[in-house]
């Protein structure tokens, strides 16, 4: 069985104890995340698409009784909020920026890795579906337990709707991010993820999870976010989904998270008239022209 039960912390509970309850347990539920107001616009939002999306097709994963809407940033203000709310955001950069040294030519010099908007995806349990089986987010990356000795994602599951043990709450293993690749997981050992609209479950990559089965008779909505380092292949593709004069619009930070940015290992760079340079000053051109097209 699992060790412990998952810690609630309310919203002004400071970033050191936020990310040491997580260093210790994996995760960590925060009450009250997000304001009345904010919760309805981001239920109105996302609604519109969700009402419009069909359920998965695929039984064993992404679940045949559950709607997915992604490209959230493109399409909702809101969100924006969220994935640059400082409890999400400072939590993530303290947990996945851990500096490392590295020689370049005779110095040795210490190198803090960036961190991107990896996934942003609204879900929706709806009333019959089964569990969904335990995963850890960071094995997209192939990322191995314990030998890199560091984190690869920073995650949050916002609930939009109550979340319940009956309604399809996420199930969560504490504790599991500290096991290696060779144990495997079981559903004995989880415990729900149970919160009131407007709360969120912040977790790590290595942490083993799973969707809940929703034995109600009403949806389970929440929407997902996760921050990785910068020098892994993001899960979503944000510079195919997310028009650039959307992109244009946003604050310069979320621009960066999203990946238009050249990282302090100088991953992402564009050519400008023969240079490397940042794609912040691409977007900042008062003419944006394809890159290889000549500008």
Same mark, same amino acid.
């Given at each position: 069985?699992?060790?412990?039960?998952?810690?609630?912390?309310?919203? /002004?509970?400071?970033?050191?104890? %936020? %990310?040491?309850?997580?260093?210790?347990?994996?995760?960590?539920?925060?009450? &009250?995340?997000?304001?009345?107001? @904010?919760?309805?616009?981001? !239920?109105?939002?996302?609604?519109? #698409?969700?009402?419009?999306?069909?359920?998965?097709?695929?039984?064993?994963?992404?679940?045949?009784?559950?709607?997915?809407?992604?490209?959230?940033?493109?399409?909702?203000?809101?969100?924006?909020? %969220?994935?640059?709310?400082?409890?999400?955001? &400072?939590?993530?950069?303290?947990?996945?920026?851990?500096?490392?040294?590295?020689?370049?030519?005779?110095?040795?010099?210490?190198?803090?890795? /960036?961190?991107?908007?990896?996934?942003?995806?609204?879900?929706?349990?709806?009333?019959?579906?089964?569990?969904?089986?335990?995963?850890?987010?960071?094995?997209?990356?192939?990322?191995?337990?314990?030998? $890199?000795?560091?984190?690869?994602?920073?995650?949050?599951?916002?609930?939009?709707?109550?979340?319940?043990?009956?309604?399809? !709450?996420?199930?969560?293993?504490?504790?599991?991010?500290?096991?290696?690749?060779?144990?495997?997981?079981?559903?004995?050992?989880?415990?729900?993820?149970?919160?009131?609209?407007?709360? !969120?479950?912040?977790?790590?990559?290595?942490? $083993?999870?799973?969707?809940?089965?929703?034995?109600?008779?009403?949806?389970?909505?929440?929407? @997902?976010?996760? #921050? &990785?380092? !910068?020098?892994?292949?993001?899960?979503?593709?944000?510079?195919?989904?997310?028009?650039?004069?959307?992109?244009?619009?946003?604050?310069?930070?979320?621009?960066?998270?999203?990946?238009?940015?050249?990282?302090?290992?100088?991953?992402?760079?564009?050519?400008?008239?023969?240079?490397?340079?940042?794609?912040?000053?691409?977007?900042?051109?008062?003419?944006?022209?394809?890159?290889?097209?000549?500008?």
């Amino acid at each position: 069985m699992g060790t412990r039960n998952l810690t609630t912390l309310r919203s /002004d509970a400071p970033i050191e104890q %936020v %990310v040491a309850v997580i260093r210790r347990d994996g995760g960590v539920i925060i009450s &009250d995340f997000v304001s009345p107001t @904010t919760l309805k616009s981001l !239920a109105v939002e996302l609604d519109t #698409y969700l009402n419009e999306t069909p359920c998965g097709v695929d039984p064993y994963f992404a679940g045949t009784q559950t709607r997915r809407v992604a490209r959230i940033i493109a399409r909702s203000d809101t969100a924006v909020e %969220v994935a640059l709310n400082p409890l999400f955001i &400072d939590t993530a950069e303290q947990i996945l920026q851990t500096p490392t040294h590295v020689w370049v030519g005779n110095n040795r010099v210490a190198i803090e890795p /960036d961190i991107q908007l990896s996934i942003t995806q609204a879900i929706q349990i709806g009333p019959g579906q089964g569990l969904q089986p335990l995963h850890r987010d960071d094995a997209t990356s192939l990322w191995r337990h314990p030998q $890199y000795g560091r984190e690869a994602r920073l995650q949050i599951m916002l609930a939009i709707s109550d979340f319940t043990e009956e309604n399809g !709450a996420t199930r969560v293993i504490p504790g599991s991010h500290q096991w290696d690749d060779e144990r495997m997981p079981t559903h004995e050992e989880t415990v729900a993820a149970e919160m009131k609209a407007g709360s !969120a479950l912040l977790w790590l990559g290595s942490a $083993y999870h799973g969707g809940g089965a929703n034995q109600s008779t009403t949806p389970r909505t929440g929407l @997902t976010m996760a #921050y &990785d380092l !910068a020098f892994l292949r993001l899960e979503e593709n944000h510079f195919l989904s997310i028009p650039v004069e959307r992109v244009r619009q946003l604050p310069a930070r979320m621009q960066r998270l999203l990946g238009w940015s050249a990282s302090s290992t100088l991953l992402g760079w564009v050519e400008i008239d023969g240079q490397m340079r940042d794609p912040q000053e691409l977007l900042g051109m008062a003419t944006f022209r394809e890159p290889g097209k000549g500008f």
